[in-house]
């Protein structure tokens, strides 16, 4: 225990004394090079900024916030039901994955003013345009997943009277777990992308609200602490599926590189 | 020691009960003809080997009395009813071990129960002596990345005995392993098959592995796959790993690799 802690500090000592100096010379070049405050405000006035307005910035993290983790959660189950659907129905596999997987190549942000004249400018296209961003990768991992299991072990099932039922439940399922935890880790930073465009595009709440707001007004330190609070949100969510992750894949190491020391 | 006595003897006497009969076994895959007329009769609790070069057809034929492949025509019947599907009273040994990385040593030896719908409760004793047997009750918690090879494929073999199987059917096991594990693992696939007097078809393209396991050694040749030669092991049991610097081994060990040079010469 005490020497997990000690590495994780030794993991992490190095990218938290990176950050400290980069702050520390950005706060040092606005001061020496006279950089107005609407251009580049210090760290300092952005911290000063998020610690005197925090009602403000929470009131709008919640409702984004909120949209982020519904259309992920829309996604991770839609995910995982059409994944099944293309692993066990060869219609959807032969006609619709393709499909998919091309579709990946619309860049989704783009859809965003369709939705609103589709939903209006309400909560609705928000978490539509949040699952809609977060359900690609989460489809294709899982249906990985599902279909990437040793034939051998598909075979010693068979052998022994494993029925197609208990052979999905008992050996495809734990297989897609690093593939879904995989796919999750993509998706919830997508659905974060999606819920802040949408409020870029039309909304009256919502931390892309804010920053647009804040931006609108000039108001640069309040537009880099929603941006700040927005980062900090999407990195404890990600933390959050990581330590799942580790405790539901119990049995090997996580399949992205993009793991942090958390 | 007297029991094993009577395990020899038993497997030797003629009259022993057939356990399993292949009749004219025949396998085509499109216009390939892979195995061609292959008809065999194995006694109960006998140790038989099909011994062929890799390719040859030795392991679509244990997949056909797996019952996860149908022959093209001919039968196949296994303790008095003829072979549909898989069925419960056949263990596989495969190539690699294939355990299921989640679970843990115990739990891949009892998957099969859970498979089979079988109570596990009354499984558990049994699936501890099992890994006694094979020297693992100290990983039965151990997840199987824990394990090596030979262990791995050890617990493999506890998994195939755990629902008591009469017929144990073996796909080349020992080929992923050093010579060392290797000769290991057949001594102890030994000890192992004469405490439980099972049926073991042992699929192999090692000429040792072949003549230092079996009763009868079964020839395979290649495309179409026959029988070209079928030699008796008259060594005495329990056989020692010493046995194999011996003449008396070592007479078989020639016959065999005649035996397989003359299918490629054909």
């Known amino acids: 225990m005490l020497a997990k802690l000690k590495t994780s500090v030794k993991n992490s000592a190095w990218p938290l004394g990176m950050t400290f100096l980069l702050l520390a010379a950005w706060e040092a070049a606005v001061r020496l090079m006279h950089i107005r405050s609407i251009v580049l405000p210090p760290p300092s006035e952005v911290v000063e900024v998020m610690v005197s307005r925090y009602d403000l910035l929470l009131d709008h993290l919640?409702?984004?916030?909120?949209?982020?983790?519904?259309?992920?959660?829309?996604?991770?189950?839609?995910?995982?039901?059409?994944?099944?659907?293309?692993?066990?129905?060869?219609?959807?596999?032969?006609?619709?994955?393709?499909?998919?997987?091309?579709?990946?190549?619309?860049?989704?942000?783009?859809?965003?003013?369709?939705?609103?004249?589709?939903?209006?400018?309400?909560?609705?296209?928000?978490?539509?345009?949040?699952?809609?961003?977060?359900?690609?990768?989460?489809?294709?991992?899982?249906?990985?997943?599902?279909?990437?299991?040793?034939?051998?072990?598909?075979?010693?099932?068979?052998?022994?009277?494993?029925?197609?039922?208990?052979?999905?439940?008992?050996?495809?399922?734990?297989?897609?777990?690093?593939?879904?935890?995989?796919?999750?880790?993509?998706?919830?930073?997508l659905a974060i992308i999606g819920v802040i465009v949408s409020e870029f595009v039309a909304s009256q709440q919502g931390i892309g609200y804010l920053i647009k707001l804040a931006g609108g007004l000039l108001d640069t330190a309040l537009m880099l602490g929603a941006i700040t609070i927005l980062s900090i949100a999407g990195l404890m969510l990600y933390g959050l599926i990581s330590v799942a992750e580790k405790r539901a894949v119990y049995w090997q190491a996580p399949i992205d590189a993009l793991e942090t020391k958390l | 020691m007297a029991s094993r006595r009577a395990v020899s003897e038993?497997?030797?006497?003629?009259?022993?009960?057939?356990?399993?009969?292949?009749a004219e076994v025949r396998k085509v895959f499109g216009t390939l003809e892979a195995i061609k007329n292959i008809s065999v009769e194995v006694a109960d609790g006998e140790f038989i080997s099909l011994l062929g070069p890799s390719g040859c057809g030795k392991s679509t034929l244990l997949m056909m009395i797996t019952g996860l492949t149908q022959p093209t025509s001919g039968e196949l019947v296994l303790a008095g009813s003829p072979i549909s599907g898989p069925r419960n009273d056949v263990g596989v040994v495969f190539q690699s071990p294939v355990l299921l990385p989640w679970r843990t040593v115990i739990d891949n030896v009892l998957f099969p129960i859970e498979l089979l719908r079988l109570p596990r409760a009354q499984y558990l004793d049994r699936a501890m002596e099992l890994l006694k047997m094979t020297k693992l009750e100290d990983f039965a918690g151990a997840l199987p990345r824990q394990l090596s090879g030979g262990m791995r494929q050890r617990a493999s073999i506890c998994r195939a005995l755990i629902h008591d199987p009469s017929t144990l059917l073996m796909d080349e096991p020992f080929s992923a392993l050093d010579a060392i594990t290797r000769d290991d693992m057949a001594v102890e696939l030994l000890r192992i098959w004469q405490a439980n007097r099972k049926t073991v078809i042992f699929v192999t393209h090692s000429i040792r592995e072949a003549a230092f396991l079996s009763?009868?050694?079964?020839?395979?040749?290649?495309?179409?796959?026959?029988?070209?030669?079928?030699?008796?092991?008259?060594?005495?049991?329990?056989?020692?790993?010493?046995?194999?610097?011996e003449e008396g081994f070592n007479k078989y060990v020639r016959h065999l690799r005649k035996s397989i040079e003359a299918s490629h010469v054909s």
């Not at chain 1, 129905?89 to 579709?103: A, W």
């Not at chain 1, 949040?130 to 279909?147: E, H, K, R, S, V």
Request: hydrophobic share 50%.
């Open chain 2, 215 to 245: 009763d009868r050694v079964l020839v395979m040749g290649r495309r179409p796959a026959t029988i070209i030669d079928e030699v008796r092991i008259d060594l005495p049991r329990p056989r020692q790993i010493g046995m194999t610097e």
């Open chain 1, 62 to 189: 919640w409702p984004s916030l909120y949209l982020t983790i519904l259309g992920f959660a829309l996604s991770v189950v839609g995910g995982i039901i059409v994944a099944v659907l293309i692993t066990y129905s060869e219609i959807v596999r032969k006609g619709f994955y393709p499909m998919i997987v091309v579709s990946q190549v619309i860049p989704k942000v783009s859809i965003a003013p369709l939705f609103i004249v589709w939903f209006g400018t309400g909560t609705m296209s928000s978490l539509l345009l949040a699952f809609l961003i977060a359900f690609f990768p989460m489809t294709i991992n899982a249906a990985m997943g599902f279909q990437s299991v040793d034939e051998d072990i598909d075979k010693m099932a068979r052998t022994f009277m494993g029925s197609r039922w208990q052979i999905f439940w008992k050996i495809r399922l734990p297989n897609a777990l690093p593939y879904i935890f995989g796919g999750m880790k993509i998706s919830i930073t």
């Open chain 2, 10 to 22: 038993r497997d030797r006497t003629p009259a022993a009960k057939v356990a399993l009969r292949l």
